[in-house]
């Protein structure tokens, strides 16, 4: 569905990792927005009210990219730009397949060129497989976790000790903490303001929390507080499964090549499914889900 807002530019919603429009994360996507700056792309940003909106523009100079088939990327949670998305980069890949056809597209965003295949169509939507940039995992001390645990209402011992927590990098910051169980998971009740001011020092965008299926190591289920963004809870975070991907990968967690999927939004009604794909010799990590237009 695409809609002329009443003082901006068209909007087009597409909802991510979902093959129906009731589920997955909701984008706002403006194909056009040569000639919006800053202050234009909040406001619009913050009008649509979705976590973030992507903004596309012409490519810049030397962008390896198909024929008509590059262009500048940039996104906006409601309150303030964030250096990638990878929901709203689904979203504007489906958008622009709706128009263009599937194949191959080029992005660059922010944290650098990120490549995108939109294959065929899904049972509602095409599907979408996006490629992060290099990513990369830091330490972090016990200490500076605790006031990350104090905030969310965690207590040290509900952790998975398996899983240690860890800022994962793939386009944006994300710190990793695991929950020994899906029970502790399931229950995310936390201080909105405290956490956003403890994630702003440590450059975070989301929290990306998490609980690994003892049945099938395969399987995570997720959960993405927001607060930097104004949002409490994502229902389906790109760019932390792409920052999880690679986390996992250079722990040791998988193997070199492996095939993961990340159950989220459950628990806010908006089921979501992505699959997140690493390939040995290859830096990158593959992040891919349905995306169809919300209508």
């Known amino acids: 569905m695409d809609e002329r807002d009443v003082e901006g530019p068209r909007v087009l919603r597409y909802a991510a990792f979902s093959a129906v429009p009731e589920g997955g994360n909701p984008a706002g996507v403006v194909l056009d927005a040569a000639g919006m700056d800053d202050a234009a792309m909040l406001a619009v940003a913050a009008r649509v009210g979705y976590s973030e909106t992507a903004f596309v523009t012409p490519p810049p100079e030397g962008l390896a990219a198909p024929e008509g088939r590059g ?86 011992q509900e952790l998975d000790a398996s899983l240690p927590p860890r800022i994962a990098y793939a386009g944006a910051r994300h710190l990793v903490l695991a929950a020994a169980t899906r029970e502790r998971l399931a229950r995310l009740s936390y201080d909105f303001d405290r956490l956003r001011a403890l994630m702003l020092a440590r450059d975070l965008t989301t929290l990306q929390l998490v609980w690994r299926d003892t049945r099938d190591a395969t399987v995570f289920h997720v959960r993405d507080p927001f607060p930097v963004g104004g949002v409490v809870e994502d229902p389906a975070t790109g760019a932390a499964a792409a920052a999880l991907g690679g986390y996992l990968r250079e722990l040791g967690l998988v193997p070199d090549d492996a095939r993961l999927t990340l159950h989220q939004g459950v628990e806010l009604g908006r089921p979501s499914e992505l699959t997140v794909e690493l390939r040995q010799g290859d830096t990158r990590v593959y992040v891919s889900g349905a995306a169809v237009p919300i209508g």
Do not use: K, N, Q
Request: hydrophobic share 50%; net charge negative.
């Open 71 to 156: 262009f500048t990327l940039r996104f906006f949670s409601p309150v303030a730009e964030v250096p990638f998305c990878g929901h709203a980069t689904v979203a504007t890949a489906a958008a622009l397949a709706a128009r263009t056809g599937p194949g191959e597209l080029v992005f660059a965003t922010p944290a650098g060129t990120v490549p995108v295949s939109v294959a065929g169509t899904e049972a509602g939507g095409p599907r979408v497989t996006l490629g992060s940039v290099a990513p990369h995992t830091e330490d972090i001390a016990g200490a500076d976790v605790a006031p990350f645990l104090d905030a969310l209402g965690w207590r040290p």
